[in-house]
């Protein structure tokens, strides 16, 4: 199989990687390699997949690996894509999951269609992923295909506008993160309830994964399932009267609303 490779070795990208070479048996089924140039980043990448290729120039990924996975920050990608284009071929396909910058900056900056934009969220390495994905009109089907399947492989994958790839990065993207600090503030009302730690993180945790498994499973609106354990006068609604005082639906509104312009901001 043709390696993948990745520019860069940060958290998005060993979470790709992580489900990228998850096999049935748990053994690696896809040849990695990586450009990162911190030598401790490095070392923990030879640790968490024994047998990938590391490498801290970009020209030895580039000539390695016709599909290749760009996973800087938005910044960085714009001080070194000159330097880089000296080396994209027309055989090479690049997946950018880069916030923010859009397939025609990314077209502009190194000079070719065969770029596909990926928005995809941490959960992806434990196959939970949720990611949106743009296809630029240079992009073959069969390259088209092997990303979806890839980023499939991981999770769901969303066909979706360049533009739109925004308010993906508001609610999938960054969105496990609003999910975590849910998870955290829920453990916190048990404990000040009187559970252990341990207990009240166990509850909430398994709390969040079956409301969301009810909601992929019954394909039922959340409103709906939301009304069938809200009983009249009962614990529930005396709860979700309390969110809606301290202004819970518009927080979490509001919090998309920032991640989608920062998103903006960053793709200039």
């Known amino acids: 199989m043709n390696t993948i490779g ?32 911190n030598s401790t980043q490095q070392r923990k990448l030879k640790e968490l997949f024994p047998g990938c290729q590391v490498c801290d120039a970009a020209g030895q990924l580039f000539q390695a690996c016709d599909r290749i996975v760009i996973a800087v920050k938005p910044q960085v990608l714009g001080e070194i894509a000159t330097s880089l284009r000296s080396f994209v ?56 295909a092997w990303c979806e399947n890839l980023f499939n492989s991981l999770g769901i994958t969303i066909r979706c506008t360049d533009d739109q790839l925004h308010a993906v990065t508001g609610v999938s993207g960054s969105g496990p993160a609003y999910v975590l600090m849910m998870i955290e503030a829920l453990s916190d009302g048990g404990v000040k309830a009187g559970l252990s730690r341990a207990a009240a993180l166990e509850l909430a945790t398994q709390t969040v994964l079956g409301a969301a ?43 998309v609303d920032s991640a989608v312009a920062r998103s903006r901001e960053l793709g200039g």
């Open 6 to 37: 990745f520019l860069g070795g940060g958290q998005m990208a060993t979470a790709i990687a992580k489900g990228a070479s998850r096999g049935e048996s748990g053994a690696a089924t896809v040849p990695l390699m990586f450009c990162e140039p």
């Open 89 to 144: 071929e027309p055989r090479h396909l690049l997946v950018s999951i880069v916030a923010g910058v859009s397939i025609a900056k990314l077209s502009a900056w190194f000079g070719t269609e065969n770029i596909i934009r990926i928005m995809p969220n941490t959960p992806c390495q434990s196959g939970k992923g949720a990611s949106g994905m743009a296809v630029a009109s240079g992009v073959s089907q069969s390259d088209t």
């Open 213 to 255: 498994a009810m909601v992929q499973d019954t394909k039922q609106h959340p409103a709906v399932l939301r009304e069938q354990v809200t009983s009249p006068g009962g614990t529930t609604i005396a709860a979700i009267a309390s969110l809606e005082r301290n202004g819970f639906r518009h927080a979490v509104i509001e919090a």
